[in-house]
Nanobody, 124 residues
Framework: QVQLVESGGGLVQAGGSLRLSCVAS????????MGWFRQGPGKEREFVAA???????DYADSVKGRFTISRDNAKDTVYLTMNSLKPEDTAVYYC??????????????????WGQGTQVTISS
């Protein structure tokens, strides 16, 4: 019932920028925090960023200062703006919606709904 659809992935040179979008449906978007995760080749899925209902943000150390998570409740959309991209950022990026009303979840088990992912590839 809850659906998350990511878009915006692609191939970008190191140092470039990219903005990912995730449109949510099936629940009251503004009531929940939202998160972004990523999974690189041969790696486990890892936390990237989260944003609370009110706009408070949290970031993994690896992306802090380079990535920005934001939301537009009127559009039921969460964004991930990625700057100064590095080859290590290459991964499938997933948006996620939490199970409960946790302010700033970051553990995978706190998220109940996941998008299908969008591929981000950074060339050197």
């Amino acid at each position: 019932q809850v659906q998350l659809v990511e878009s915006g992935g692609g191939l970008v040179q190191a140092g470039g920028s990219l903005r990912l979008s995730c449109v949510a449906s099936g629940r009251t978007f503004s009531n929940y925090a939202m998160g972004w995760f990523r999974q690189g080749p041969g790696k486990e899925r890892e936390f990237v960023a989260a944003i609370s209902r009110s706009g408070t943000t949290d970031y993994a150390d690896s992306v802090k200062g380079r990535f920005t998570i934001s939301r537009d409740n009127a559009k039921d959309t969460v964004y991930l703006t990625m700057n100064s991209l590095k080859p290590e950022d290459t991964a499938v990026y997933y948006c996620a919606s939490p199970r409960f009303y946790t302010i700033l979840p970051r553990l995978q088990n706190e998220f109940a709904y996941w998008g299908q992912g969008t591929q981000v590839t950074i060339s050197s």
